[in-house]
């Protein structure tokens, strides 16, 4: 009787919708079709912006809309995550793509399912493996810097649109390049569209509401109207090219949208094409999760709720794998929709199944309307959504805090905006893994002393501190391993070089959590070299765990000092008069 239970809270863990699902009501219910009306409204005009972006057929913007959204409401943990193409993931997949196939051709489309396949693979298997706290690694103010300088890329790359002009380019220089060598050949019907609909869309987004509230409208319809602006302005601006027949005259339009539900697809299992996507899934993958971790996070931290950054994995993976099988492209948590369906009131993950409804409806019914659809229109969708991601503050906050973050901020900017996104992404990996072991190799070592009247220690730099000539109490600020072994080996024996009174010293590992076997091989370094100039070697205040470890090791039983429980404890046998002078 006793495994029932557990047996369905393991069930529970790996499928989440039993758990919610148990305490859903009538009112959940509301929320959630109110929160799912609201998004979908916003989701369809950005999903086939979106689509366009990576360089494929608006469509496939629709079906990663439907099933993936799916696939998350049963494996996800977030009650407002609102899963679906996003712009840098877009961005992303045409990079990764672009390089391998034409744009239009049957093998781009392929190579981009197969890239949300293995993107869905990579995903799933580090949720099962409990990977999760890999993505720790990536440096949120380089990930904030590359987020940046994709949103200055893409709305770049939409410039063209708005143009009504050919322009290509993977960085800024190329596309800037490109768009003035055919500037002369705009489309000025098309620059009309593109503008109005840019100022429209940022009208909406800052004006409307205020605007109706003004008139005595009730909060939440207010809401519904403001959040519909991008299928307003499609529907005005695809009617006027309808009307006037504007693609006669040089307007691009979406053309034929094929009616119907996503259909089945499968990836290729090609050797070549999975060894030559594989590193670009990859990278999707990670800025993908970071991001929607980041988004979950901070909205279920508002509520007192909690996300579970292991099954999040797996939710996003079987939406991409999801995704992959219906025709669909690489998909994420996007941070503007899942505000959206926050602030909405969706209470559980069924808001995204609804949305996934409502996107097959659009996708059975509304996709014949979409015909006369000026690509401008689109364009102006993603120019107004991206420009959000856009924030140069962190150039002056890191400045401000930590001159070693702005440099890896600004090169990360630079070689993105500079060399493309996948440079741009590698780079940021990269440069946050250079930073952990930059900060980590170089710990922070204090030379401490009694506070007086206390059996407290402190920095003798910072602090009046009591100490004697003949002790060396050195407080280690960082667990010890192979990078930063040799640092404290050569920060020790400098110190005590040359000072004869040394006849101590005391190592204060209270922050020290963890020692691998090179800062081990360290330790017996030091203990041999100071023995070898007459002076005993002391541990303090070390960790049980770590402890454990070197008790495992003969590096106890060659210490030539002891192991205090307390730095106060030390001090007291080893300079009585010190102690007593200060008592």
Not at 192 to 217: D, E, H, N, Q
Not at 267 to 285: E, G, H, T
Not at 405 to 415: E, G, K
Request: glycine share 8%; charged share 15%.
């Amino acid at each position: 009787m006793t495994l029932l239970p557990l047996k369905r809270a393991q069930l529970e863990r790996h499928l989440p919708i039993l758990q919610w699902s148990k305490t859903y009501s009538r009112d959940t219910l509301t929320s959630d079709l109110v929160a799912a009306v609201i998004v979908t409204i916003m989701l369809i005009p950005q999903s086939l912006a979106y689509a366009l972006l990576a360089g494929l057929p608006a469509e496939m913007g629709l079906y990663a809309s439907i099933l993936p959204l799916v696939a998350y409401a049963i494996f996800g943990t977030s009650r407002a995550l609102a899963v679906g193409p996003v712009a840098v993931v877009s961005l992303m997949t045409a990079a990764a793509v672009g390089n391998l196939a034409l744009q239009g051709t049957e093998e781009y489309i392929a190579a981009a399912i197969t890239l949300a396949f293995i993107s869905g693979l990579i995903l799933t298997v580090m949720g099962l493996f409990r990977l999760g706290f890999l993505a720790n690694f990536l440096s949120h103010p380089v990930i904030a810097g590359f987020i940046t300088a994709s949103g200055i890329l893409i709305a770049t790359s939409q410039i063209k649109h708005i143009l009504g002009v050919d322009a290509h380019g993977h960085n800024l220089i190329a596309l800037v390049t490109s768009l003035i060598a055919h500037l002369n050949e705009t489309n000025l019907i098309t620059f009309v569209i593109g503008v109005a609909g840019v100022g429209f869309l940022f009208w909406v987004r800052k004006g409307l509401k205020p605007l109706l509230l003004s008139t005595g409208m009730p909060p939440r319809l207010a809401d519904i109207l403001a959040k519909a602006g991008p299928v307003a302005a499609v529907a005005l601006t695809t009617l006027v090219v309808w009307m006037f027949q504007l693609q006669t005259k040089g307007v691009k339009i979406v053309g034929e949208v094929p009616v119907g539900l996503p259909p089945l697809s499968l990836p290729s299992f090609s050797a070549d094409l999975w060894s030559s996507l594989f590193v670009s899934a990859l990278l999707i993958s990670v800025i993908g999760f970071v991001e929607s971790v980041s988004v979950a996070q901070t909205l279920a931290a508002k509520k007192r709720q909690r996300i579970v950054p292991d099954q999040e994995l797996v939710g996003l993976g079987t939406s991409n794998i999801a995704a992959a099988l219906s025709g669909g492209y690489s998909v994420t948590g996007g941070f503007a929709r899942s505000v959206v369906n926050f602030d909405a009131g969706a209470e559980t993950p069924a808001a995204g199944a609804f949305t996934a409804i409502g996107i097959a409806f659009a996708a059975l019914l509304l996709t014949p309307l979409l015909f006369f659809l000026p690509k401008a229109t689109l364009a102006a969708t993603i120019i107004v959504a991206v420009l959000n991601l856009v924030d140069f503050s962190i150039l002056r906050k890191t400045w401000t805090y930590s001159k070693v973050d702005f440099s890896a901020v600004s090169a990360t900017i630079f070689l993105t905006l500079g060399f493309g996104v996948e440079v741009g992404v590698s780079a940021g990996v990269l440069l946050s893994l250079g930073l952990f072991l930059y900060k980590t190799s170089r710990p922070h070592v204090a030379e401490v002393g009694l506070v007086p009247g206390t059996q407290h220690f402190r920095n003798i730099l910072r602090h009046k501190v009591e100490t004697h000539p003949s002790l060396v109490s050195l407080r280690i600020d960082e667990s010890l391993y192979f990078a930063n072994a040799h640092f404290l080996e050569d920060y020790l024996l400098e110190r005590v070089n040359g000072d004869t009174p040394i006849s101590h010293v005391v190592l204060m590992c209270s922050a020290v959590n963890e020692i691998d076997m090179s800062a081990l091989e360290s330790l017996e370094e030091i203990n041999h070299r100071l023995h070898e100039v007459g002076i005993t070697l002391h541990l303090s205040e070390v960790k049980g765990p770590v402890m454990d470890r070197l008790k495992r090791s003969h590096f106890l039983d060659n210490l030539t000092g002891e192991v205090f429980l307390a730095q106060y404890d030390a001090m007291v046998k080893l300079t009585p008069d010190t102690v007593r002078a200060t008592s």
